[in-house]
């Protein structure tokens, strides 16, 4: 149910594809036990640089299984914590774009918005329909939308379940930029191109936990002073390093970096 292929100029692009059509990929446990694995495999392999998550030219996900859910008690998704692996994409420190095609809707938009970057092509569609069968997000998607949006935008989407536009995602700010459909993939890579050129560590710093803190991320996780102080901290770690000072002695030298990772 997952495919995961090299691409890239450089051959350290993972494309991570769902892949279980006839269901629009609705996220049953099969699906999501695979994206674990899949997506812990490429974050300890040191030839896979960044990530692009992509579905079909239909669905990226049409959220999770619902037929599988329908059977599942209050025991099941409690004491046996069926979700247990869900969020492991939250987890993963290399920079993960979404390329996101056709309907994105509940667990669906919520993988969307563990990503980094979020490029759309322009048939997609987001939301969080949980309400009209039910139940709620259970993914992130009470946390993230307030986070990336505002909280009459999330309690819309929360409350009503209305489905938004890759236009509409855009002017909210979950997408950064939207694409012909067939244009859509190449482009994720050419991004993860720009991303995999720089060095894996320094890129680390801007997106992943170190000392368990983080840069970016650490704006949505804390408050603006304890975030402040997460960036200057990261900031002064980087003269430690060894590619802060190849990056800066090359730009002074009008060359390409060589980046060691160090
Ligand atoms: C199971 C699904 C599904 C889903 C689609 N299918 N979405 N199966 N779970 N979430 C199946 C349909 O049953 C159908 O199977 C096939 O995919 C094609 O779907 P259609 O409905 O025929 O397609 P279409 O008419 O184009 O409508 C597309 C759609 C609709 C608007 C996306 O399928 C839809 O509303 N899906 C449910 C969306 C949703 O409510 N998502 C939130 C789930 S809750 P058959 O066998 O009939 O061909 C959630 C919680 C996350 O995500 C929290 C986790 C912790």
New binding site residues.
């Given amino acids: 149910m997952i495919t995961l292929t090299r691409t890239g100029a450089q051959e350290n692009v993972a494309l991570v594809t769902l892949n279980r059509p006839?269901?629009?990929n609705?996220l049953c446990r099969q699906l999501m036990q695979e994206l674990s694995e899949t997506l812990l495999k490429i974050e300890y392999d040191e030839s896979y640089r960044v990530i692009v998550l992509t579905g079909n030219e239909k669905a990226f996900a049409?959220?999770?299984?619902?037929?599988e859910m329908a059977k599942l008690e209050f025991k099941d998704v409690f004491q046996n914590d069926f979700?247990t692996n869900?969020d492991t994409l939250s987890h993963i420190t290399k920079p993960v774009i979404a390329a996101v095609n056709g309907?994105a809707?509940?667990?669906g938009t919520?993988l969307a918005l563990m990503c980094d970057i979020v490029y759309a092509g322009e048939n997609a569609v987001f939301g969080q329909?949980?309400i009209?069968?039910g139940?709620i997000?259970?993914?992130g998607g009470t946390q993230r939308w307030p986070r990336f949006t505002n909280k009459s935008i999330a309690m819309e989407l929360c409350l009503a379940g209305d489905k938004i536009s890759a236009q509409d995602a855009k002017e909210v700010g979950l997408v950064s930029k939207i694409f012909t459909v067939q244009q859509l993939i190449p482009e994720a890579v050419l991004l993860a191109d720009r991303i995999a050129k720089n060095s894996p560590l320094i890129v680390k710093t801007v997106k992943a936990r170190l000392c368990r803190g983080s840069s970016i991320n650490a704006a949505y996780e804390t408050s603006l002073s304890q975030g402040l102080q997460t960036e200057k901290h990261l900031f002064q770690s980087t003269f430690a390093t060894n590619d802060r000072l190849e990056g800066m002695t090359a730009f002074a030298e009008k060359r390409a970096p060589k980046w060691t990772n160090q």
């Avoid at 049409?62 to 037929?67: H, L, S, T, V």
Wanted: proline share 8%; hydrophobic share 50%; no cysteine.
């Fill in positions: 006839n269901a629009l609705a049409a959220g999770a299984d619902i037929k979700f869900w309907f809707l509940g667990g919520e329909p949980e009209s069968i139940t997000p259970g993914l």
